[in-house]
């Protein structure tokens, strides 16, 4: 070869290097350095993935033991998941707001005041039992006293149900469930429901049950001072205080069969009608569910036994019928009074309060208990201060980035071969109906909206008890045709605080609700790049509306309207044959769909000029980056194990050929096997 067409191969060789480095994603420079986002955002979302390139398995190996040992998890007994920790975190910035100077006469402020009274007490311990006491008294939830002793035995179940029903709705202590009575909205949806879904309640109160029965006579000296703080006050019947020390089984199935409901992954919905019920929850007839809730919402709602309720996950209804067939109707509804005093009590007395933090996890745990009391009634005033800390441009910004989520789905839907024609077409019908709410209106819209639903502030002194008194007793001074109020309906379409789930789905209103923690890391950051936020945010909205997607398959059927359905068996979304026989697609859906989703709409709507690699990651180009936060955001603590790990990041990662690409993950190796799974 002659010294010219050396020249031109060296050159030629240059200029193809010079190409691939400037066409390479994260190979861009200036100045000689990689060009790297290094705003606040992006050099704190680096430190929180903690991803060591030395780290053994490789990413190609096992994406899931590559990733999750960086997170850094803190409290082990409180954390389980990524999503839990940013549901402390976002409480525990609460709790600091409410330290901070506000208004305290503007409604919109309540959520901080009662946070602030229930950590930071004010009052005597003496001024709030003593308040509490006046409460119960007269009430369906007042404990038996001596003077009660010679009643007969409680045998009809639909006491404790009324019992149930009215803390739930009228005093917003949800203990088994929630409970909405909702108008039709969607026009696939032609009659009102009453919408059963979980509550936070018996998960909170299960780890604390739990954690008492760990230690011998732990449950004996707990009694005690609910003995000593309460129950001096007004001592109980013999029947009561007998079943306060022997009802420690009664409270374990209680707790363990709701709080397994509520932490179902995978949620079936059930749409009966009142008529129905009978049929899953044996012991309570027709007409006492109808009577039982009619007394919670009124005659002006006029409720019968052809009304529709809709359980989110049917085993609610399971767990309601177990726990009332192993149970006797005294039991019950002993139990759910101990378990207001419990959830009440603890929160109110200071001495109780305080007892808490001889747990070392006790200051996480009273957070999380005052907390719910407060989300339970404000949730539409928490999503308002949230609105507040964010700027026009960011909630622009958010409000974009879901809709671009939710246009690729839709696209993606109405290609899907494998569903059929007419499924495609409902689905796609719903999906492009749907609404999506962050935050509500201010003041619902109209001046002084929100002090008309809430009430005018506190101005006492009763401390935590006294917001929480006045809190209740304003949402039972309203008028009776508050069920049918658009102000009722604007607050069931904002987030309420359901545990792990960072965002929820309505079928009655179609409407998708997102927490304030989906809008905080690692989720969601300030100055974060296209690929942080794509695959935080864009990934855990795409995944519930997956998840909704599949709830509208069990509840048409095969249909064209939602109608109820006594079939053991309904339609579902995915089918399992979609993917490997060895594949467990527990671990594949909503994932597998939901992250195809995020991920393409990343690529579509990406700012290119700012998604850059992360200052702390140089070397990991953007699609790394979006792949890992990606399974950062799904890592759970395996306690049995004492390891860090996340099987649905894994599951999804070996089935989506991005991720082998963005990894130059050799054709063979474990997170690139075939065959892969197809769906659409």
């Known amino acids: 070869m002659n010294a010219v067409a050396i020249s031109l191969v060296t050159l030629l060789s240059v200029a193809t290097l010079v190409l691939v480095l400037f066409l390479l994603p994260g190979s861009r420079r200036k100045g000689g350095e990689i060009k790297v986002c290094g705003t606040p955002g992006c050099v704190e979302h680096a430190q929180a993935l903690g991803i060591d390139t030395s780290r053994s398995p490789s990413a190609c190996e096992d994406f899931s033991a590559f990733i999750c040992p960086g997170w850094k998890i803190g409290d082990e007994d409180v954390v389980a998941t990524v999503y839990s920790q940013a549901i402390l975190i976002s409480i525990i910035s609460l709790e600091k707001m409410s330290l901070n100077a506000y208004e305290r006469e503007a409604v919109v402020n309540r959520p901080l005041s009662m946070m602030r009274e229930c950590m930071h007490r004010s009052s005597d311990d003496a001024d709030g039992v003593m308040s509490l006491l006046e409460l119960v008294n007269g009430t369906n939830f ?14 009809d179940y639909s006491r404790p149900l009324r019992l149930i029903l009215e803390l739930s709705v009228l005093w917003a202590v949800p203990l088994w469930f929630r409970v909405w009575v909702l108008p039709a909205k969607s026009p696939l949806q032609r009659r009102r429901a009453i919408v059963l879904s979980p509550s936070t309640l018996p998960a909170i109160w299960r780890g604390l049950h739990e954690t008492l029965l760990l230690y011998e006579d732990a449950y004996s000296i707990y009694l005690s001072y609910f003995n ?27 707790l363990s069969h709701l709080s397994t409901a509520f932490h179902d992954t995978y949620k079936q919905p059930r749409l009966v009608e009142i008529r129905s019920l009978p049929s899953w929850i044996r012991k309570v007839g027709a007409e006492e569910w109808a ?20 359980a989110t996950n049917e085993n609610l209804l399971k767990a309601a019928d177990s726990i009332f067939n192993n149970n006797t109707a005294q039991e019950v509804f002993f ?40 989300a339970t009634t404000y949730n539409v005033l928490l999503a308002s201060i949230d609105k507040t800390l964010m700027s026009p441009a960011e909630r622009l910004y958010i409000v974009g980035l879901l809709e671009n989520v939710r246009a690729v789905a839709l696209e993606k839907l109405r290609s899907y071969a494998r569903l059929n024609a007419t499924t495609r077409k409902v689905l796609a019908a719903v999906l492009e109906d749907m609404s999506t709410v962050l935050w509500p209106e201010a003041d619902f819209g109209r001046p002084g909206g929100f002090e008309k639903f809430y009430g005018g502030p506190y101005r006492g002194k009763g401390g935590f008890f ?23 309906v604007a607050a069931a379409e904002v987030y309420s605080f359901v545990g792990n789930t960072l965002v929820s789905y309505n079928p009655i209103l179609n409407t998708m609700s997102v927490s304030m923690a989906a809008l905080r890391p690692p989720f969601y950051y300030k100055g974060g790049t296209s690929a942080m936020t794509y695959a935080g945010l864009g990934f855990i909205y795409a995944k519930e509306i997956f998840e909704a997607l599949d709830m509208l398959t069990h509840l048409f059927n095969g249909g064209t309207v939602m109608k109820p359905t006594d079939a053991l068996e309904t339609s579902a979304l995915w089918n399992g044959s979609w993917c490997p026989a060895a594949v467990n697609n527990r671990f594949t859906y909503p994932e597998l769909p939901a992250l195809d989703v995020a991920y393409t709409a990343y690529m579509k709507f990406k700012d290119k000029d700012s998604d850059l690699p992360l200052k702390g990651l140089p070397h990991f180009i953007p699609e790394q980056i979006f792949f890992s936060t990606f399974c950062h955001s799904n890592c759970y603590f395996d306690l049995s194990k004492r390891l860090k790990v996340s099987q649905v990041c894994n599951a999804a990662a070996q089935h989506f050929d991005p991720f082998a690409t963005a990894f130059s993950c050799p054709a063979g190796s474990d997170m690139n096997k075939s065959p892969k799974c197809v769906y659409s």
């Open 142 to 155: 007042a404990w038996p006293t001596l003077e009660d002793e010679h009643g007969p035995p409680i045998t």
């Open 228 to 254: 000593a703080s309460i129950f001096r006050y007004r001592p109980p019947s013999e029947s009561f205080e007998f079943f306060l020390r022997t009802g420690v089984s009664v409270q374990t199935h209680v």
């Open 291 to 310: 009577k039982a809730l009619g007394s919670v919402f009124g005659t002006q709602q006029n409720i019968s036994v052809s009304d529709l309720l809709l």
């Open 335 to 374: 139990h759910t009074i101990w378990w207001f005093v419990q959830a009440v009590g603890a929160a109110t007395s200071n001495k109780l309060f305080l007892s808490m933090s001889e747990h070392r996890s006790g200051r996480y745990i009273q957070r999380i208990v005052c907390f719910d009391h407060v």
């Open 466 to 488: 006294g917001e929480w008194r006045w809190s209740r007793l304003q949402m039972q001074n309203r008028s009776a045709t508050l069920f049918t109020t658009k102000e009722y």
